[in-house]
C-alpha cells in the first residue's frame, strides 16, 4: 500500500492537469522578418512554452510536431492562399502544414491518466490513541476529488486549447491584397530552420 501511496504522490507532483493560456499573435513580438517580392513574413517558435503553456510544450519537443506563430504582410495587388498561392519554406525546403486537427490529437493533454487518482480512495487515516486505533476512509473524498478536478481542468484546457488551433490556424487563410494577418501554424520539424514564403 505504501509503494501505491508513495507512487501517487510523485503522479501528484508531476502530473497534475494544467490550465490552458491563449498565444495572442497579436501581441507576440516577432524578430525574424522575411521578403520575398511583395510578401513579408516575421515568425516565432517557442509560442508554448512562452505562453506558459509547459504541459503542452513538453509534447511538442517529444512528438517533433512545432506549433509557430506567423505574421504574413500582403503588399501586393491580389489576394494570396496560404498553402496554395503561397507555400512555407523550412530553409531551402518546402514543407507540408499540419491540420489542426492532427495538432491537437499529438499535443493534447492526456484526460484518461488522471483517473489514476481514484487508487487513493481506499486510503485510510488511522490515528491510534490509548491502544484505540479509529480508521477515518479519507480517501472517499480525497480520491474522487483530486481525480475530478485534474480531469476538469484538462478536459478545459484542451478544449480551449484545440478552439485556438481551430480558429487561428492559417491553413487555406486568404491574406487579402494590402493587409497583414497573424496566426499559427504547425510544422514537423526536428529544427528551428528559417522560415520563408514562396
Same mark, same amino acid.
Given at each position: 500500500?505504501?509503494?501505491?501511496?508513495?507512487?501517487?504522490?510523485?503522479?501528484?507532483?508531476?502530473?497534475?492537469?494544467?490550465?490552458?493560456?491563449?498565444?495572442?499573435?497579436?501581441?507576440?513580438?516577432?524578430?525574424?522578418?522575411?521578403?520575398? #517580392?511583395?510578401?513579408? $513574413?516575421?515568425?516565432?517558435? #517557442?509560442?508554448?512554452?512562452?505562453?506558459?503553456?509547459?504541459?503542452?510544450?513538453?509534447?511538442?519537443?517529444?512528438?517533433?510536431?512545432?506549433?509557430?506563430?506567423?505574421?504574413?504582410?500582403?503588399?501586393?495587388?491580389?489576394?494570396?492562399?496560404? #498553402?496554395?498561392?503561397?507555400?512555407?519554406?523550412?530553409?531551402?525546403?518546402?514543407?507540408? $502544414?499540419?491540420?489542426?486537427?492532427?495538432?491537437?490529437?499529438?499535443?493534447?493533454?492526456?484526460?484518461?491518466?488522471?483517473?489514476?487518482?481514484?487508487?487513493?480512495?481506499?486510503?485510510? $487515516?488511522?490515528?491510534?490513541?490509548?491502544?484505540?486505533?479509529?480508521?477515518?476512509?479519507?480517501?472517499?473524498?480525497?480520491?474522487?476529488?483530486?481525480?475530478?478536478?485534474?480531469?476538469?481542468?484538462?478536459?478545459?484546457?484542451?478544449?480551449?486549447?484545440?478552439?485556438?488551433?481551430?480558429?487561428?490556424?492559417?491553413?487555406?487563410?486568404?491574406?487579402?491584397? #494590402?493587409?497583414?494577418?497573424?496566426?499559427?501554424?504547425?510544422?514537423?520539424?526536428?529544427?528551428?530552420?528559417?522560415?520563408? $514564403?514562396?
Amino acid at each position: 500500500m505504501k509503494t501505491v501511496l508513495y507512487s501517487i504522490a510523485l503522479v501528484t507532483l508531476f502530473s497534475c492537469a494544467k490550465s490552458y493560456h491563449p498565444i495572442s499573435t497579436n501581441y507576440l513580438n516577432f524578430q525574424n522578418k522575411q521578403t520575398e #517580392g511583395e510578401i513579408s $513574413l516575421s515568425y516565432h517558435y #517557442g509560442v508554448l512554452k512562452e505562453t506558459g503553456n509547459h504541459k503542452y510544450a513538453k509534447k511538442e519537443d517529444a512528438k517533433n510536431v512545432k506549433i509557430v506563430a506567423l505574421r504574413i504582410t500582403n503588399n501586393s495587388e491580389n489576394d494570396i492562399v496560404i #498553402g496554395k498561392d503561397k507555400m512555407v519554406y523550412s530553409g531551402n525546403k518546402p514543407i507540408t $502544414l499540419l491540420a489542426p486537427e492532427f495538432v491537437f490529437k499529438e499535443l493534447k493533454q492526456n484526460v484518461p491518466i488522471y483517473l489514476l487518482y481514484l487508487l487513493l480512495t481506499p486510503m485510510q $487515516l488511522n490515528v491510534t490513541n490509548n491502544g484505540v486505533t479509529n480508521s477515518t476512509p479519507i480517501g472517499l473524498i480525497i480520491g474522487p476529488a483530486i481525480t475530478g478536478l485534474n480531469v476538469g481542468v484538462a478536459a478545459s484546457a484542451n478544449t480551449k486549447f484545440k478552439t485556438e488551433l481551430f480558429t487561428h490556424f492559417l491553413n487555406g487563410k486568404t491574406i487579402p491584397a #494590402g493587409e497583414t494577418i497573424t496566426g499559427l501554424i504547425g510544422i514537423a520539424e526536428l529544427g528551428y530552420n528559417p522560415l520563408t $514564403l514562396k
